[in-house]
């Protein structure tokens, strides 16, 4: 299956900051998609990143907030804006069309988030 | 609305017992349904994908689907210490590449 890099791997931010976490495959994939997975929780989609047009956002999750691009098909940013200790998370980035299964989502190694 | 439920455990069993992980699902119409490893701090991992009713062995895991109970599990033999993680199930519909993940069980192999 293809290689997927996050960065950065994790980050301590200040409340009412930005920061943009970049998704990397090593081979063309036909979707992508960002994911927040909190302690002990499992995994909540926030959008599917839309090759060159604007992504697609889950309910309870806004462009303003968590606006994404997606310029090419192995290349993705997630912002997460105006944080809050709230948004302190693991965000993931998924890819599908990367290995085995026509369907079959597979993850980067996440972005550890703390907000203070 | 789709639902995927699992028993959040933990789920403890002796090294080299065989580690049942069960998985219900709502939607009558889901196709696919995946098994992710999860360890602590870490991304999921697939294990692996079953699509027809049945048995599918891959080395040490066996997934089991029986779609008219609307029910998959996951069987680890020979469980391993090192198989002490959280195990997701991910379930879903014809023509979608977005799955239902259920919370996870977590499993703790103890030698």
């Known amino acids: 299956s293809a290689v997927i890099s996050q960065k950065p791997s994790r980050d301590i931010c200040q409340r009412g900051t930005s920061l943009t976490i970049q998704c990397q495959v090593d081979?063309?994939?036909?979707?992508m998609f960002w994911y927040r997975q909190q302690p002990g929780q499992s995994l909540t989609l926030i959008a599917t990143?839309?090759?060159?047009?604007?992504?697609?956002?889950e309910s309870g999750f806004v462009i303003d907030k968590f606006p994404i691009s997606r310029p090419n098909l192995t290349f993705s940013t997630l912002t997460v804006s105006n944080m809050s200790p709230e948004d302190s998370s693991i965000y993931l980035c998924s890819v599908v069309g990367a290995g085995e299964g026509a369907d079959t989502q597979y993850f980067g190694p996440g972005t550890r988030l703390t907000v203070l | 609305q789709k639902e995927v439920e699992q028993n959040s455990g933990p789920l403890s069993v002796p090294e080299g017992a065989i580690a049942s992980l069960n998985c219900t699902y709502s939607?009558?119409?889901?196709?696919?349904f995946f098994w992710y490893r999860q360890y602590s701090g870490k991304s999921p991992e697939l294990i692996m994908s079953i699509y027809s009713n049945g048995d599918k062995e891959d080395g040490r895991f066996t997934a089991q689907l029986n779609k008219a109970s609307q029910y998959v599990s996951l069987l680890i033999r020979d469980s391993q210490p090192s198989d002490s993680a959280t195990y997701l199930c991910?379930?879903?519909?014809?023509?979608?590449?977005?799955?239902?993940f259920g919370r996870g069980t977590s499993l703790i192999v103890h030698p």
């Open positions: 081979s063309q994939v036909t979707m």
């Open positions: 990143a839309n090759q060159g047009s604007e992504a697609t956002y």
């Open positions: 991910a379930v879903s519909s014809g023509g979608s590449y977005i799955p239902t």
């Open positions: 939607d009558r119409g889901s196709q696919s």
